[in-house]
């Protein structure tokens, strides 16, 4: 009790406050998502992600080769395909966007190749699955994502990361894997993923805006962390390996509840809705962005989370290396 205990003397010395330092990021914690462009011949930018690339596949093996150098060691693949039907058949596509960027990469470095699992992106309607009479049908889109998982493993992927929050998606999944000879692919489910308003400059680049309704009757609504422990439960009972909660920031206690009763990694992606207020308050000068951006990311190490998927880590890791 003061006076006697001045816990500022602990502080008083920038040696002792790293020598006490609680809480650290390593570069092995972060994951960097990758876009790719089946249409594109160039690099592009979208105003709402500024300093995020969108890649055409011609640049696969040159980023990968680039972004192992510089110490990212694991990234998350999206795709933007040419063609998009209401089946999304090209996400399971033998030769489409992110099954071409995961053999390019996995030619050219060893990076850790994850692979988003979802349709999103591939369907005319932009809805996570397969359509009846307006509604996203969970079991026949669990059929789509068996093959989708097939795929991404024949393409040489090393971990899927299915994101649809479909009932049954995991099992689905690992039953897929098992079944065509890739049994030892992890599965990194997006199990408490939020109906979240932070993911529109995804959407941007995506070019997965839903045409009709809203994502509410699959994703999670915001306002409920039991139904979150729940999914999680379900999600590693049917064999998920790492559970993520999405978004990050708005939902740090949904990660230090998952930490508290599940044994399993966990990861938690700061979104682009995340990334850019970031990027727009600093580019407004109303926040010191290096400081900021890890200040957040090691609060959502701090709250629970073994792996954080952020736009930023090669930023990041520029700065563990000052």
Known sequence: MFPKERIRRR????????????????????????????????????????????????????????????????????????????????????????QNAIRKIRSASDLLVIADLCMCEYTDHGHCGILTSGKVDNDLTLLQYGKIAESLANAGVHMVAPSGMMDGQVSKIREALDGSGNKNIPIMAYSAKFCSSFYGPFRDIAHSVPSMCGRETYQMNPANIREAMAEMRSDIEEGADIIMVKPAMPYLDVVRQARNEFCVPIAAYQVSGEYAMIKAAAANGWLDERRTMMESLTSIKRAGADIVISYFAEEALKEMKR
């Open 11 to 98: 502080r008083a010395d920038e040696r002792i406050r790293n020598m006490l330092t609680e809480t650290r990021l390593h570069p092995d914690d972060l994951v960097l998502p990758l876009f790719f462009d089946e249409r594109s011949d160039s690099v592009k930018y979208t105003d709402s992600m500024p300093g995020v690339p969108i890649y055409p596949l011609s640049d696969a093996k040159k980023v990968a080769e680039r972004l192992h150098s510089s110490g990212i060691n694991a990234v998350l693949l999206f795709g933007i395909p040419g063609h998009k039907d209401k089946e999304g058949s090209g996400a399971y596509s033998a030769d489409g966007v992110v």
